[in-house]
């Protein structure tokens, strides 16, 4: 073999190692980053009864579920191939799957129940419409399971110092909930040592007892005025029904003791 053959083998070796060498480099850095390396950039929570929180990167791509009640945990179980969809995507197949649970019969005072989506504090926005188009996802969802629920949203601003839901957007909450534009709130501050709004208000003619928690926006429990339910909550009620029994108890037996003195 001559020189010239050498050096043509030896310029073939030299430029396919360096091929091999520029695909490897090519192919290093168009690798797509594992969804677990991403940020977090904010958690919006959807609350039905089952409560879910959907974490979500800079784009608004979901990067993980949790489930943070008994029933979310349940929702969540089986719930998969959500990762890298977007958050709107995710939280209409979420609701769709609660609707398919069977969460959505139990009304409250016959009305559906309705959905809260809130942006949990601290979170981000990828774009300034990005809650709303969340809240789009869910409706789309509530049209297709035929269902009547109205979706809620709760923003950063309705959020108090400590990241609970604001008592003026929680009084919106619960009028939404009956189906109601207006009512007139008793004046109460609330302490929220357990963490619950405690309603009375009245609204054409009609008095309303509600409980809304402060975190999720769920109306916990509902009763119209004369349902004998609340009469175990209402101490005072129910001193005011024993005195009323003492008073009558009284008046019979001075009655008695009137028919034996004649």
């Known amino acids: 073999m001559n020189w010239k053959n050498y050096f043509t083998i030896g310029a073939t070796a030299a430029l396919t190692l360096s091929l091999l060498a520029g695909c490897g480099a090519s192919q290093s850095s168009g690798t797509q980053q594992p969804a677990s390396e991403s940020k977090t950039a904010g958690t919006v929570l959807l609350s039905v009864n089952p409560e879910i929180e959907v974490e979500y990167d800079n784009s608004g791509l979901v990067l993980e579920i949790e ?23 995710v939280v209409n197949e979420l609701v769709k ?39 789009e996802g869910v409706r789309e969802a509530v049209k297709t399971c035929g269902i009547t629920s ?27 909930q009956l189906g109601l534009n207006a009512a007139s709130f008793n004046n109460h501050k609330y302490e929220l040592d357990d963490g619950v709004y405690e309603f009375e208000f009245s609204a054409d003619g009609v008095e309303y007892e509600y409980e809304v928690d402060a975190r999720t926006g769920k109306v916990l429990e509902a009763d119209i005025d004369g349902n004998d339910d609340w009469d175990d909550r209402d101490d005072w009620d129910d001193w005011e029904e024993v005195d009323d029994q003492d008073d009558a108890d009284d008046c019979d037996d001075a009655d008695d003791q009137d028919d034996a003195d004649d």
Do not use: W
């Open 67 to 89: 489930g943070i009640n008994d029933d979310g945990k349940t929702i969540v179980a089986g719930f998969e191939d959500y990762k890298g969809k977007d958050c709107p995507t």
């Open 97 to 135: 799957e609660i609707y398919e649970s069977g969460y959505f019969i139990d009304t409250v005072d016959g009305h559906a129940k309705n959905i809260v989506l809130k942006l949990e504090e601290g979170s981000a926005y990828p774009d300034d419409d990005f809650l709303e188009e969340v809240a």
């Open 150 to 176: 109205e979706t809620m949203t709760v923003q950063e601003d309705d959020l108090d110092d400590e990241g609970r839901i604001g008592q003026d957007k929680a009084e919106e909450i619960v009028l939404s």
